[in-house]
């Protein structure tokens, strides 16, 4: 209804950076406390997943896209709440064996914030909270926003056409929105400032200010080319290495850099031989 001006301080609804930002860094923060591995089998850690075909899918493959799950979970008939899209990711079946084929899935990133709960023992916003974007300072960096902040967060789009709710601090992904506002794959919010503290932790070898989030033996793992042997696109551990979809990709930044696009139209991109 009305322009407003971006600022400093406005919050983005993030969306599939969600996948990077929280989910992946969460991930390997439990395979450095031993607490789970990326060659193993997710049905180890959460067995009623192992059906339907699922069994020999591991960790890895998750977070490479290299699953055979499908782009996402059918929004019809339509459904709400976390635990029906447990049931429901439970209930799918693979469309290629694991490992055969890249498919981008926005699944893979819903189990892997699952396992993170399953693991840890607590939520996955909470144990971002607590182990990332706290220890970092980043304050405005969270799901499910206040209220009371709504006037810092950029809208996104009309639920319906232009007749419906303006959506604005409530998460865009309808999945993700389904799930109650934390999933795995989308969900996050935060500013440019926040971003680039973590940008700048992951190019100190994910260390800033004294406080380590990842050994840097570990931000190299997630941004080296970890795909099956002979497969492209090339990809990290939850970030891509090869991104067809970031157009000035190669104007830009030199081979060896590394980021993430959202559907809402945020980018990150991190270049560690020029340090940007």
């Given at each position: 209804p009305k322009k407003q001006p971006m600022t400093v301080d406005t919050i983005f609804d993030l969306a599939s950076l969600t996948k990077v930002i929280a989910t992946t860094t969460a991930v390997m923060k439990l395979a450095e406390d031993g607490k789970l591995s990326l060659d193993e089998r997710i049905s180890r850690y959460w067995?009623?997943?192992?059906?339907?075909?699922?069994?020999d899918i591991t960790v890895r493959h998750l977070l490479t896209h290299y699953s055979g799950l499908r782009a996402d979970l059918s929004l019809e008939p339509d459904w709400f709440g976390h635990?029906?899209?447990?049931?429901?990711?439970?209930?799918?079946?693979?469309?290629?064996?694991?490992?055969?084929?890249f498919?981008?899935?926005d699944i893979n990133f819903e189990i892997l914030g699952e396992l993170v709960g399953k693991i840890s023992g607590e939520p996955l916003d909470?144990?971002?909270?607590?182990?990332?974007?706290?220890?970092?300072?980043?304050?405005?960096?969270f799901f499910k926003p206040k209220k009371s902040l709504q006037r810092c967060i950029a809208?996104?789009?009309?639920?319906?056409?232009?007749?419906?709710?303006?959506?604005?601090?409530e998460v865009h992904d309808p999945a993700a929105n389904r799930m109650e506002g934390v999933a795995g794959h989308a969900g996050l919010?935060?500013?440019a400032g926040d971003l680039s503290i973590f940008a700048k932790m992951l190019l100190e070898g994910g260390t800033l200010s004294g406080v380590r989030i990842l050994n840097s033996s570990t931000v190299e793992m997630m941004t080296l080319?970890?795909?099956?042997?002979?497969?492209?696109?090339?990809?990290?551990?939850?970030?891509?290495?090869?991104?067809?979809?970031?157009?000035?990709?190669?104007?830009?930044l030199p081979v060896g850099s590394y980021g993430h696009k959202g559907y809402t139209g945020t980018l990150i991109w991190i270049d560690p031989v020029s340090n940007t």
């Open positions: 067995p009623e997943f192992g059906s339907n075909g699922k069994e635990e029906t899209a447990l049931k429901m990711i439970i209930d799918e079946k693979p469309v290629a064996p694991p490992g055969s084929k498919l981008y899935s909470a144990y971002c909270s607590e182990n990332i974007f706290q220890p970092l300072g980043m304050k405005n960096t809208p996104t789009q009309y639920t319906n056409g232009k007749k419906g709710r303006m959506l604005c601090g919010f935060s500013t080319p970890q795909s099956p042997p002979d497969q492209k696109p090339l990809r990290g551990l939850g970030w891509s290495i090869d991104a067809p979809l970031a157009a000035n990709r190669e104007i830009l």
